[in-house]
């Protein structure tokens, strides 16, 4: 039998274990913000005051909760870049029910798509249902990570582009309108058009 001081003691560093973990965890991906960051914003954006509020998702189901959030608190523009369609657990119909309720609030639904995953069956069959709902669909030669962005107030990406299981961060805040220029920019980089 374990004493009761013990056991406390057990709790204890299991959970500055964990708790080193998620420091360890938050550091890298702090790393990694400040890396987008400087790349893609103005000096003035990264000012103290921009008011950006920053989380890190590594659970599967909670991701899905934050888009599931995300989607329904959205009122004007929901925009997504898709490097590759057929990426991650997403139940396609689940996605197409989304983007149908949307469009009925009056949600403009925009999607960028990289043509390597838009030239498969599949790629092209999504794509097609997603355009006949009514959401709009580009079609770019590259996009560089998937990016979900809602009223330019919300920012869903993956914590690293290449390895999608690690976890996504959930950005909130005005300063992300910045974030929304970069999907501005996929969509004038997309050459191959709208779909209709």
Do not use: C
Request: charged residues 30%; proline residues 5%; hydrophobic residues 45%.
């Amino acid at each position: 039998m374990v004493s009761p001081e013990m056991a406390l003691i057990k709790l204890l560093e299991g959970e500055r274990g964990r708790l080193r973990e998620d420091l360890r965890r938050a550091k890298q991906v702090n790393g990694r913000l400040e890396s987008l960051a400087t790349r893609f914003l103005r000096s003035e954006v990264l000012a103290p005051s921009a008011e950006v509020e920053v989380e890190v998702i590594t659970d599967y189901r909670r991701i899905q909760q934050a888009l599931e959030d995300i989607t329904e608190t959205v009122e004007h523009e929901l925009a997504a870049l898709q490097p590759l369609l057929d990426q991650g657990r997403e139940i396609p119909e689940r996605a197409l029910s989304r983007d149908r309720h949307q469009i009925t609030k009056g949600v403009r639904v925009r999607y960028v798509s990289s043509a390597a995953g838009a030239n498969t069956p599949q790629g092209a069959e999504h794509l097609g249902r997603k355009a006949s709902v009514g959401a709009e669909v580009r079609i770019a030669a590259d996009i560089p990570m998937n990016m979900i962005i809602a009223d330019r107030r919300f920012v869903l990406l993956p914590m690293d582009p290449e390895r999608h299981e690690v976890g996504a961060i959930l950005a909130r805040g005005p300063a992300l309108v910045r974030a929304a220029s970069r999907f501005e920019a996929g969509v004038r980089a997309a050459r191959l058009g709208w779909l209709d």
